[in-house]
């Protein structure tokens, strides 16, 4: 049976997607507690006029707070069901742009909890509509070391050119991946990008055409990869 190889630990969701592939996990990043634990509470302690949420991580943190929530992604759609989602956002920066083109954001105070290393761009959307933006880091994503037991499966299927395809979500999983297997364009694997910002982490790291996902979810995932291997 072909294998997928899945850069993360949670993969119930996907492997039924993805059936008859056989996915094996490779969680290469995990999540860390933030630099100041008590950021995202000291935050939520003065009045706010929305909370930005662009991953599920993000969402575990504000998950209880009150008013008003915007979200994107359907891992944070499962945390945040009470929060709004734009149809056809896709991303942060989509889901600052919905939010400012709702209202005006002129003085109003935004919290947007993200990763230590999170793209910013959607900041930068909501400064530049003049809210006033509490830049809140609610986590850091670590790698994890080459000899993790956790990544031994994968990385064995890779390195003997066993796995079909390679299926990644997030830039910081591309690099952790780089750092656990080497150059990654040597490898005659399929890789998948679940959105476009992972695809240009891929790209830059010598795939030259990465699979990219229409939609962030398993289906949009396994859509992708069966047209990829249609017959010409």
Known sequence: MATAVLTR?????????????????????????????DAIARALARPYAAIVVASA??????KHAPGEIWAVGPATRRVLAHAIHP??????????????????LAGARVIVPRAEDGRTEAI??????????DD??????????????????GRELLASHAAAACCVFAP??????LAIVGPLAGIPTAFCAIGETTAAALRAAGIARPIVAATPTPEGLARAIALHSRPA
């Open 9 to 37: 630990e949670s993969v119930e969701a996907y492997a039924a997607a993805l059936a008859p592939l056989d996915v094996v996990a490779m969680p290469v990043t995990r999540s860390a507690p933030p630099p100041d634990p």
């Open 57 to 62: 991580r993000a969402a575990e943190a504000v």
């Open 87 to 104: 149809d056809g956002v896709r991303d942060a920066a989509g889901l600052a742009r919905a939010l400012v083109a709702a209202r005006s």
């Open 124 to 133: 930068e959307i909501l400064r530049a509509a003049g809210a006033e933006v």
């Open 136 to 153: 809140v880091i609610a986590y850091r994503t670590v790698a994890v070391g080459a000899g993790d037991p956790a990544v031994a499966a």
């Open 172 to 177: 910081s999983q591309v690099a952790a991946l």
